[in-house]
């Protein structure tokens, strides 16, 4: 079997850190050493504030500088996660509990993708993932009595993912060419495709679900918080209706709103389910919709 996975990337590995930090401070002990990270950051660390930073704080910049081979924070980071990655990354949590009750243990092929958020501390975390399966990948996968170290790509940053409201605009148009175009070409190449939406923004993972339900996921996956074990969300059989699409291709780039309504298509309908929008009287089809109706057609 050949398995692609296709996972969502948080913060839960700086949230997880602040947490033992701050218990090691109350114990008195000290099972994290922060020597050589820099002084702003160790101070975020023990507020419990780093995981939380704004997209737009200007430590974000900083940190997305720091995920590099040799940098200090990066390096005990990454020790940090081996030390027990079940218990400090969610991302790898719900990977290695997906993969011990997986009926399968031969794999030809193991795949990892992530997608983390658009933020230094996102993409930071992503690359500590990457890492940490690069150099400990055997180690890891043992855990699950699977012989084989998962290929690892560079993280997919998507645009404005879990930033802004600008992500539903542009960001989505993003999100069809970096991931549904993945599932389906995965797909086609005779690969099981995995979705791990369990890390990140949920009003952006909810669309990363539904877009891997349209373009064929085999499975998509999530770490229940209360619970804490993993839930496979049903596949439904869902579809873009064909009288959208042909409506869709009836608008082309824009149509007049006039002319489409002489033609029977009931543009408010379009409107109201967010796949067009009217510019002054010409409707024009919104360019992520435009995209995933292209992708699942090609």
């Known amino acids: 079997m050949k398995l692609a996975v296709l996972s969502t990337v948080g913060t839960s590995i700086l949230s997880n850190m602040e947490a033992t930090i701050r218990n090691d401070i109350e114990r008195g002990v000290s ?58 990354s969610a991302e790898l949590n719900t990977l290695i509990r997906f993969l011990l009750d997986f009926p399968y243990r031969q794999f030809e092929e193991l795949e990892i993708y992530l997608y983390p958020t658009d ?18 990948g055997n180690e890891f996968m043992q855990k699950a009595g ?17 930033r802004d409201i600008n992500w539903f605009n542009e960001g989505l148009i993003e999100l069809v060419n970096k991931f549904a175009r993945l599932i389906i070409n995965k ?6 495709v995995v979705v791990n939406a369990t890390a990140g923004y949920k009003p952006e ?16 996956i999530y770490m229940h918080e209360s619970f804490k074990s993993i839930v496979e969300l049903p596949k ?3 579809t873009i209706q064909e009288k959208y ?21 009931d543009v408010n309908d379009l409107i109201e389910r967010g796949l067009v929008t009217n510019e002054e009287g010409i409707i024009k089809p919104r360019e992520w919709i435009q995209k995933l109706i292209n992708t699942l057609q090609s």
């Open 245 to 265: 699409i042909e409506a869709l291709k009836i608008i082309g780039n824009g149509t007049l709103q006039n002319i489409l309504k002489q033609m029977g298509i």
């Open 31 to 88: 099972t994290i050493d922060l020597t050589g990270i820099p002084e702003e950051i160790q101070a975020k660390l023990k507020e419990g504030k780093l995981s939380k930073l704004g997209p737009d704080d200007p430590l974000q910049e900083k940190i997305e500088h720091m995920r590099h081979r040799g940098d200090s924070f990066f390096e005990k980071t990454i020790e940090f996660v081996r030390n027990n990655p079940e218990g400090t």
């Open 236 to 238: 439904l059989p869902l």
């Open 205 to 220: 993972t909810a669309y990363i679900a539904l877009v891997a339900q349209l373009t064929g996921a085999w499975k998509i």
């Open 187 to 192: 797909t086609r190449s005779g690969y099981k």
């Open 146 to 162: 699977i012989n084989i170290k998962p290929k690892v790509d560079e993280p997919i940053v998507v645009k404005d993912l879990g």
């Open 119 to 136: 933020t230094g501390t996102g993409k930071f975390c992503a690359q500590v993932i990457k890492e940490y399966l690069d150099r400990y």
